[in-house]
């Protein structure tokens, strides 16, 4: 009997640390910021309103797990201190889900970080930097986030509409696969209209 508890607390121990090795994600790592462009001589006026994702690359996205992904919209209202408020929409669950940020402005323009972090558990720090736009039609932004520890990284493309051309979808993989990024880490969402006028 003795023997047999042994046993089966062995198996459960061997269980347990299986599991905890498969939380413990083997990320591909995240580039220091130097290496990320930075739109030149960023214009925030220009750069508020309404985007929406056409595209998400990063570290933890994965084609298969993520297939089923949703196109979403997120605006960008710019308060008077040259903070943002930034609110997605995202269908879920049959209705309209709102989730709102704040990117605080650092010294260099188009940087910014996540206000009120601590209300945020496990995130030591979190940077938005915007690596191109054009304002009217794209943009290309790269976050970083440390997350108990674990440096985390997305790059996400902007559309005015929802329209993706194979142009701006060839540059986006372009700029994923340069920061260390591979297909398997791209995705294009779902286009839906849920949400997205609203």
């Known amino acids: 009997m003795a023997l047999g508890l042994l046993w089966l607390g062995l198996?459960?121990?061997?269980?347990?640390?299986?599991?905890?090795?498969?939380?413990?994600?083997?990320l591909i790592p995240a580039p220091p910021l130097r290496r990320v462009p930075l739109q030149p001589d960023f214009q925030n006026v220009e750069f508020q309103g309404k985007w929406y994702v056409l595209g998400l690359a990063g570290n933890e996205f994965n084609k298969e797990k993520h297939r089923q992904f949703k196109i979403y919209a997120t605006t960008y209202e710019l308060n008077d201190d040259n903070s943002y408020n930034v609110t997605s929409t995202l269908a879920w669950n049959q209705t309209c889900d709102h989730w709102l940020r704040i990117f605080i402005p650092t010294s260099r323009r188009g940087q910014y970080t996540l206000g009120n972090i601590e209300r945020y558990t496990g995130i030591q720090r979190y940077v938005l930097r915007v690596a191109a736009t054009d304002y009217i039609q794209f943009a290309m932004l790269f976050f970083k986030k440390i997350y108990r520890n674990q440096e985390y990284f997305k790059i996400t493309l902007y559309g005015r509409t929802k329209e993706l051309t194979p142009k701006l979808k060839e540059n986006f993989i372009s700029f994923a696969k340069s920061l260390g990024l591979t297909d398997h880490h791209i995705i294009f969402p779902i286009r839906i209209d849920q949400c997205m006028d609203k």
């Open 11 to 26: 198996v459960l121990l061997g269980v347990l640390q299986t599991q905890a090795q498969d939380s413990t994600p083997n």
